[in-house]
């Protein structure tokens, strides 16, 4: 197994990473999910489901309903474990 992904969680970005190509965005996707199994946090989480979004939204995949059904399921799964966060804040 390779060593935990270092992510600065100070320079996630909260605009969708539209500008960059499908294949930069899963490897952006990739990286943060690694990221999160060794450090969990609600911002490492939703910083996937923005990538996810991203790449619904590209233009590129637009013709390709299996693999954006995919990406909306998976969106919706991160969704939940980003709000898990502000519930176990909670008192």
Same mark, same amino acid.
């Given at each position: 197994?390779?060593?935990?992904?270092?992510?600065?969680?100070?320079?996630?970005? =909260?605009? &969708?990473? !539209? *500008?960059? %190509?499908?294949?930069?965005?899963?490897? #952006? $996707?990739?990286? /943060?999910?690694?990221?999160?199994?060794?450090?969990?946090?609600?911002?490492?989480?939703?910083?996937?489901?923005?990538?996810? =979004?991203? &790449?619904? !939204? *590209?233009? %590129?995949?637009?013709?390709?309903?299996? #693999? $954006?059904?995919? /990406?909306?399921?998976?969106?919706?799964?991160?969704?939940?474990?980003?709000?898990?966060?502000?519930?176990?804040?909670?008192?």
């Amino acid at each position: 197994m390779s060593d935990p992904i270092d992510v600065d969680l100070g320079t996630l970005p =909260e605009e &969708l990473p !539209l *500008h960059l %190509a499908p294949e930069a965005i899963e490897q #952006r $996707l990739a990286d /943060l999910i690694r990221a999160y199994v060794h450090r969990r946090s609600a911002a490492l989480a939703r910083s996937v489901v923005r990538h996810c =979004e991203a &790449l619904l !939204l *590209h233009p %590129a995949l637009r013709n390709e309903p299996d #693999r $954006l059904d995919g /990406l909306c399921c998976l969106a919706g799964h991160w969704r939940l474990l980003a709000a898990q966060w502000g519930l176990a804040t909670r008192p």
